[in-house]
Structures are given as C-alpha cells and as structure tokens.
C-alpha cells in the first residue's frame, strides 16, 4: 500500500470516528423508565410492580417508577401506555382485567388487548379462591352446587363491581356448573370481603392475599381453588375442576408489556433482567408473602397466554350476554 492510500485511508478512519455518533442509536435507558399500574396503591398489582421496580432500577442503572392511574378497571391506565411513545420508557403492569376481561365485557375500549401491546414476561399469577361464608352448608364444591340448585337463586356472591374479574369468574363458574347465582357487586375487593365476612353475601372468588387472613380465622371458609392445578401456597385445597366442575380454571395474574412498536432489544433487555430479578431469592420471599407463585417467562408464552385469556372472556360474555357501558 502507497504512502499515499495509506493516509487516504486513515483520514476516511478519522471521518468515520468522528461521523458515527451522530448516527447512533441513543444507548437505552438514558433516563428514568415509568411503570404505570392501572389500579390504586397498595394492592398486590402495585406492590408486585414496586419489587420488581427495585430491581430494574439496579439491574438497568436508571430510576424505575411506579405511578398508578387506576380507573374503569384498568382500562385508564392500559390505555395511557397504548398511546404512550413505544420507546421503553413507559410500560404497563397489566393483568388479567386490563388483558382479557376488560376486553370482553366493556362496550367502549380505547385500547386493543393483543394490538396496542408488547409482551415483556408475566411476573406472578396466584388462583382465585372459591370461599362461603361459615353459614353456608357446603364443606365442597360437589355440596355448593347441590345447594344451589336445590334452591335456585337464594345464594349469592360478591365480586369486586360490574365488569369485574371476580365477577367474570363467578359468571363462568355459574355457566360451567350449571347452576343460578345472584350477583352482589362491590367497589373493589376489600368491601367484597368484608360483605361475605358479614354474610351480606354468602360466596366470593377471591384471591388468598385478601381473604387468607379470614380463611385462618374461620370468618371465611375455603372450598377450592380456580388453578388448573393445586396451588403451592394453599395444597391442602382440591382445585374446582378435580371438584366437580372439569376444565373450570380462574386466575389472577400480572405482567409487564410494552407499547405496541417498541424495539425487539429493548423488550429483550427488559425480559431477560426480569426473570432475573425473578429468580432472586429476596424477590421471591417478597413475592410469595404475598400469595404469588412467580412466573417469569419468555415474551412469546406471555403473548400466547394474554391470546387465551381474552378469547376465554370474550366467548363467555357472548354465551351470557356480558356488556356494560
């Protein structure tokens, strides 16, 4: 090579160097990363994000917030990250309402569960709880729903309001047992609870982080699990569908996702540092005081779950005539 092409070439090196950052991609995160939860503080949505949060915020050098705007059972705040920038600074704790039964029973959504969103990893997922009140002459699924039809629509359940995901499961668990409840909706999970404690209702799918402490207590009596499967943190409890009631399966789970057009490396930043965080033992501890079994899975069975939840809802609010304003 000639003196010549030689300083040719490190001139065109030079201009290269000195050319390439402002072509660059901005390193990702340059700045603080906001998780909306799209339900009030203080439940087991917004303390799961907040562990998870911490550990982002280690693992990613970068502030993870967490803002709640909670509203028409999650949709405000599913809605908010749907039109947010898809540049990995606004994700959502998503969970079974604002991904599948929001989606099924609301007449007006802003918002396309599968559409508008990218799948980052689902974090936890605990089973509802089928529990009576003491009063109630059923020690099983089999007794209730013999109760039940021997005298149809004198019990009913309490759920969380119109639309909800108690109030989903209580109507799925109507169809698929064949038998007539009424409905006693609440504002929110704690007065559901404490209007079955009272007897006001005399049944309620909940989950074990809110009506645990009246299981151990008899204030409430435990019949059976909405899992597929026999949940690790209540094993004593038969499933609903080994009960009596086959493929009847109701949990509660959350998630992170993404606007919709978020880069493919951001996401699987975000994945991989959660199922980190998961598998920590702090984490885990946190987690499951809560009534969690965490999850921590890959972006691809997120989105096939969130696939199958709202086609579930969807075709049990069409088979009963599920639709609210």
Not at 180 to 190: I, N, Q, R, W
Request: glycine content about 10%.
């Amino acid at each position: 090579m000639s003196t010549a092409v030689r300083r040719l070439a490190a001139v065109l090196g030079l201009c290269v160097l000195w050319v390439a950052p402002s072509g660059a991609q901005p390193q990702w995160p340059e700045r603080p990363i906001r998780i909306v939860v799209p339900f009030a503080a203080g439940g087991t949505n917004d303390l799961t994000a907040r562990v998870v949060a911490e550990k982002l915020t280690a693992a990613l050098g970068q502030p993870v917030l967490v803002e709640n705007r909670a509203g028409a059972g999650g949709s405000v705040g599913a809605e908010a990250v749907a039109r947010a920038p898809a540049d990995g600074y606004t994700l959502l704790q998503a969970s079974g309402s604002t991904h599948g039964g929001n989606s099924a029973v609301f007449k007006t959504l802003r918002y396309d569960p599968v559409r508008d969103f990218a799948p980052i990893s689902m974090l936890v997922r605990t089973p509802f709880i089928l529990a009576t009140h003491p009063s109630v002459n059923a020690s099983s699924v089999g007794d209730l729903i013999a109760s039940a039809k021997a005298s149809p629509g004198k019990l009913n359940y309490a759920s969380f309001g119109v639309g909800s995901s108690s109030h989903l499961v209580g109507e799925l668990f109507k169809a698929m047992a064949g038998v007539d409840l009424v409905h006693v909706p609440y504002k929110g999970s704690a007065p559901a609870v404490a209007g079955t404690v009272a007897g006001e209702a005399q049944i309620i799918f909940d989950v074990i982080n809110t009506s645990g402490p009246h299981i151990k207590t008899g204030r409430l009596k435990a019949i059976a699990v909405g899992s597929a499967a026999r949940s690790p943190v209540m094993p004593e409890l038969p499933t609903i569908a080994e009960s009596g009631v086959p493929g009847f399966e109701a949990i509660v789970w959350f998630g992170l996702l993404a606007p919709a057009g978020t880069p493919r490396a951001v996401i699987d930043r975000l994945n991989r540092e959660i199922v980190r965080a998961l598998a920590l033992p702090d984490v885990r501890e946190r987690l499951a005081g809560m009534g969690n079994e965490i999850v921590g899975n890959t972006l691809e069975q997120f989105a096939e779950q969130i696939a199958t939840e709202v086609a579930k809802w969807q075709k049990l609010a069409r088979d009963q005539s599920l639709k609210f304003d």
